[in-house]
């Protein structure tokens, strides 16, 4: 059974914390490369955060210093925890699982990504 739930968004003022949650089956899970990835209405898909099956990260220059993408490999799940969060961070946010390279390019998304596992999405909205 392959599913990836996603669980945590919601709707925050500028500067407020969320933390997204992830529930992998047992099959999402075996896939080396695990993210955070979101669209915003009108923008292309981009990476936030990745984490391998090691535990190496990767984040968006975006992301650096204000998220924090973490594991849990008994729970077989993935968290993103989003503090001082900007209005520009709204978004739909969705957990990736995928084989390739398991990083955040400065544009675009890597090979693998587009033909990986994609959760449903959870809404993140930031009010200023």
């Known amino acids: 059974h392959e599913e990836l739930v996603e669980s945590g968004g919601g709707s925050v003022q500028a500067g407020g914390s969320l933390r997204l949650s992830c529930e992998a089956s047992?099959?999402?899970?075996?896939?080396?490369?695990r993210g955070w990835f979101r669209q915003a209405p009108g923008k292309e898909r981009e990476g936030v955060a990745v984490?391998?099956?090691?535990?190496?990260?990767s984040y968006a220059d975006s992301a650096m210093g204000r998220f924090t993408i973490s594991q849990d490999n008994a729970k077989k799940s993935l968290y993103l925890q989003m503090n001082d969060l900007k209005p520009d961070d709204t978004a739909m946010y969705y957990c990736?699982?995928?084989?390739?390279?398991?990083?955040?390019?400065?544009?675009?998304?890597?090979?693998?990504?587009?033909?990986?596992?994609w959760g449903q999405g959870t809404q993140v909205t930031v009010m200023s």
């Open positions: 990736v699982a995928y084989r390739g390279w398991c990083t955040v390019p400065k544009e675009g998304l890597v090979p693998g990504v587009d033909s990986g596992y």
């Open positions: 047992e099959y999402m899970y075996t896939m080396y490369c």
């Open positions: 984490i391998d099956r090691d535990g190496m990260t």
